[in-house]
């Protein structure tokens, strides 16, 4: 990403493979990029859920900062579109409902993602969903970010992202949705490539599915996503408990 880069790495007094995370030079003498940058750290590094991913330690070197993270075999959800194309319904069920999961978990510790989409969902090679860069994630602590900050990616975001609102665990279902919609059918819900026609299409948003989804999900998905997806954060049906058993089972 723009804030860092992550290289595979080995820990040499124990062998351990790991991820280690560098905060790029370009950024490294901004104190606001610096603040997010230990403000992820400090957010992951009090994180203990199955479907997050852990941090293992923190340094400074080679006049940057560094973050440890626990190494995993797979590709995340954005690379894995690429190379199959749509993923099949009954294994997104058991994705959102481990993503659902570490989402209800981050919540319950006050802390909205604001960045979900798929290649923030990694998948490992034995089928562990595990929720990825907290970068743009907002706590009830946070002081260093002004209410009106557009925050988030085009095409992913909520609404009230898009338009500089304020975030909430509403906004990640929102982005959940679109998420889902794009692995069951390879496509963006909200297509565009340029943030003017984003926020032209998210604002003219309904909230009606598109009907490339008949016959591809269930009448409980559909009435999830629904919820997930209404245009008004206030009108939406967040409830990701009812989705976390999904985790395990993969009947409608």
Known sequence: GGMAIVYAAENVATGQQVALKMMSHKLVYQKHARTLFQHEADIIESFDHPNIVRMLGRFEAFHTYFTVMEYFEGCNLRERLLKSGPIPYAEVRRIIGQVCSALHYAHRCRVVHRDLKPS?????????????????????????????TI??????????????????????????????????????????????????????????????????????????????????????????????????????
């Open 120 to 148: 923030n969902i990694f998948l490992t090679a034995d089928g562990k969903a595990k929720l990825l860069d907290f970068g743009l994630c907002h706590s009830v602590h946070s002081v260093f970010e002004s209410p009106d």
């Open 151 to 252: 925050s988030g990616t085009p095409g992913f975001m909520s609404i009230e992202q898009l338009v500089g609102g304020t975030s909430g665990p509403d906004s990640d279902a929102f982005s959940l949705g679109a998420t889902v919609y794009q692995l069951l059918t390879g496509h963006r819900l909200f297509p565009g490539d340029t943030f003017e026609k984003q926020l032209d299409t998210m604002t003219a948003w309904n909230g009606g599915l598109p009907s490339s989804l008949d016959g591809v999900i269930c009448d409980g998905l559909r009435v999830i996503l629904t919820g997930w997806l209404h245009p008004t954060p206030a009108c939406r049906t967040v409830d990701f408990p009812s989705v976390i058993r999904w985790a395990t089972s993969c009947e409608s």
